[in-house]
Each structure stands twice: as C-alpha cells, then as structure tokens.
C-alpha cells in the first residue's frame, strides 16, 4: 500500500535546487519542484541523495533536434533561469549518467516525450527521452530501451528512433487519447478507455522478453501518473496501485542486471500538491 499522506504543509524552498514559478506557469509545469519538496519533507530521500544537473548544451541538444528549432528555441524569450526552471532534458541525462554509475536513479522531473526533432507539441518542447538515448549511445555505444507508460503515446520519441537499432522505443498508452495520430514505436500497446488497475498492470507481461531479447544496456522509464483515475487529461481508471507498476518496472529490470533511469512523465490537476504526491509514487518505489 502506498500512503501519500503529506498535506497542509508550507511550501519549502531550497535554494539549490527549487526555484518557484510565476503563478501563469503553474499548470503543468509547476509541479516539478513540489515532487522533490514531498521527497525530502517526507523522508523518501536525504539532500545528499540530489543530483543537480548542469544547463544542457546546444551541442548536446543537437543530437535530436534541428539547429533551426534550437536557434528559435535557445534565442527566443526564454532565460537560462526559465529553461532551468522547466527540469527538462538535463536532468534526464544526468539520471542516465547516474543510473549508468550506480543501477538506478530518478528524476524529478523529465518525459517531454511529444516533442520532435523540428517542433514541440503537447507540453513538450525538447525531447528529454530521445536526447538522453542518443547521448548514451553516442558517447558509449550502449543499447537503450525506452519505456513509456505515460497514458499518451511517446509520438516523438517513436519517430525519432524509427530508424534506429539501437534504440528500442516500447509505448503503453489510451488508444483515443492524444496524440489522434500515432507514430509507430518498436512495440505500441493500445488501451481502450476507463481500464482499471488488474488489467493495466496484466500489459507487464512484455517487460521481461523485452529485456531478454533486446538486451538493452540501460532503460530509460517514463512512469507518466496520467493512467490515474483522477487525472484531467487521461482517460483510463488507474488508482494509487500505479506502485505496483513502478515497482514491477524498476524490479523486473534491476533484477536482470539492466541499469534503469526513470523520469516522471506527465500528470495534470489543478491540485498541485496532490499531483506533485501522485509523482513522488516512483520514487517511493524505488526505495524498495
Ligand atoms: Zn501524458
């Protein structure tokens, strides 16, 4: 059983690490430092468990996207202070190094997964996933296997490796929901509507042939909490039992000897707090 029980607290600010957001960036972006607030007041993790990662480079960003894109993207209005706030693509790299180091770590953030080498689309502007499986694979040759459990199919991501047999991109997602149309991921799970947890959680079984087969050098885990029952933009009837599938993941793969990364996906509420607890599940996971 999961207990999420924080509520009613101050909102705390470490200046290292947590920067807070203008109130018309609060949805959905603002969620980011409140999962690590949670982690740290409710003891999942200590401070000294707190990777900070480095502004990303162009050169690093490159490896996915267009010059073009990144010239209108890098050049546009947006500071190196806004670009830190979003938490996205280097912290997913810096979990991919640290998993790579010591077998697992978690992110707080991460899992713009919509985002294309030319274009952002749906809440994603730079593809978070894509760039830290090519930097993996570039710098060291490994075999990344990308898995995506956010309820929207990693569209982007899918795209970008079509070609790419190095990357193995494995989608479970709400067949009617966004994006309307698919790209083709190595392995796509479609879900009807309103699934409920016994037969989401039945969708595992094609985590243990992936590893066996593929055999990849590190996975990188999207455990997107928008299967939840309460989420505003999902569609299926998922409850706090998306442990279970945290923890199968994280298991199933560390248990084989796979290196695993993990990055929070997407989640959407009004409710910050609750949204930013339903996020903390994976790390709570991972402790185990
Ligand atoms: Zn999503």
């Given at each position: 059983?999961?207990?999420?029980?924080?509520?009613?607290?101050?909102?705390?600010?470490?200046?290292?690490?947590?920067?807070?957001?203008?109130?018309?960036?609060?949805?959905?972006?603002?969620?980011?430092?409140?999962?690590?607030?949670?982690?740290?007041?409710?003891?999942?993790?200590?401070?000294?468990?707190?990777?900070?990662?480095?502004?990303?480079?162009?050169?690093?960003?490159?490896?996915?996207?267009?010059?073009?894109?990144?010239?209108?993207?890098?050049?546009?209005?947006?500071?190196?202070?806004?670009?830190?706030?979003?938490?996205?693509?280097?912290?997913?790299?810096?979990?991919?190094?640290?998993?790579?180091?010591?077998?697992?770590?978690?992110?707080?953030?991460?899992?713009?997964?919509?985002?294309?080498?030319?274009?952002?689309?749906?809440?994603?502007?730079?593809?978070?996933?894509?760039?830290?499986?090519?930097?993996?694979?570039?710098?060291?040759?490994?075999?990344?296997?990308?898995?995506?459990?956010?309820?929207?199919?990693?569209?982007?991501?899918?795209f970008i490796f079509k070609e790419e047999p190095a990357v193995f991109t494995f989608s479970v997602h709400c067949g009617k929901n966004f994006p309307l149309r698919k790209q083709e991921s190595d392995l796509?799970?479609?879900?009807?509507?309103?699934?409920?947890?016994?037969?989401?959680?039945?969708?595992?079984?094609?985590?243990?042939?992936?590893?066996?087969?593929?055999?990849?050098?590190?996975?990188?885990?999207?455990?997107?909490?928008?299967?939840?029952?309460?989420?505003?933009?999902?569609?299926?009837?998922?409850?706090?039992?998306?442990?279970?599938?945290?923890?199968?993941?994280?298991k199933t793969t560390v248990n084989q000897g796979v290196p695993i990364a993990t990055v929070i996906g997407g989640g959407y509420s009004r409710d910050l707090d609750k949204l930013a607890l339903r996020h903390?599940?994976?790390?709570?996971?991972?402790?185990?």
């Amino acid at each position: 059983q999961v207990r999420l029980e924080s509520k009613k607290l101050p909102i705390i600010h470490h200046s290292k690490y947590v920067c807070e957001l203008p109130a018309n960036h609060r949805f959905p972006m603002g969620k980011f430092p409140r999962v690590l607030h949670f982690l740290l007041k409710d003891q999942v993790i200590t401070e000294k468990q707190v990777w900070v990662p480095a502004i990303a480079s162009k050169d690093l960003l490159s490896c996915v996207h267009t010059d073009d894109y990144l010239n209108k993207f890098l050049s546009g209005k947006t500071s190196e202070q806004e670009q830190r706030r979003t938490g996205f693509p280097w912290g997913t790299v810096l979990a991919a190094e640290a998993a790579l180091q010591r077998g697992l770590a978690c992110s707080t953030a991460g899992g713009t997964h919509h985002a294309f080498p030319g274009y952002g689309s749906g809440f994603c502007l730079l593809n978070d996933l894509a760039v830290a499986a090519k930097y993996v694979n570039s710098s060291s040759k490994k075999k990344v296997l990308i898995v995506d459990l956010d309820v929207h199919q990693g569209d982007g991501t899918a795209f970008i490796f079509k070609e790419e047999p190095a990357v193995f991109t494995f989608s479970v997602h709400c067949g009617k929901n966004f994006p309307l149309r698919k790209q083709e991921s190595d392995l796509d799970i479609s879900l009807e509507d309103g699934l409920e947890d016994e037969e989401y959680l039945s969708t595992e079984a094609h985590l243990p042939w992936l590893l066996q087969t593929f055999r990849p050098d590190l996975v990188l885990y999207d455990a997107g909490v928008d299967p939840h029952w309460e989420d505003e933009l999902g569609r299926l009837r998922l409850t706090d039992q998306l442990y279970r599938r945290d923890l199968y993941v994280m298991k199933t793969t560390v248990n084989q000897g796979v290196p695993i990364a993990t990055v929070i996906g997407g989640g959407y509420s009004r409710d910050l707090d609750k949204l930013a607890l339903r996020h903390s599940i994976v790390h709570r996971a991972a402790t185990q």
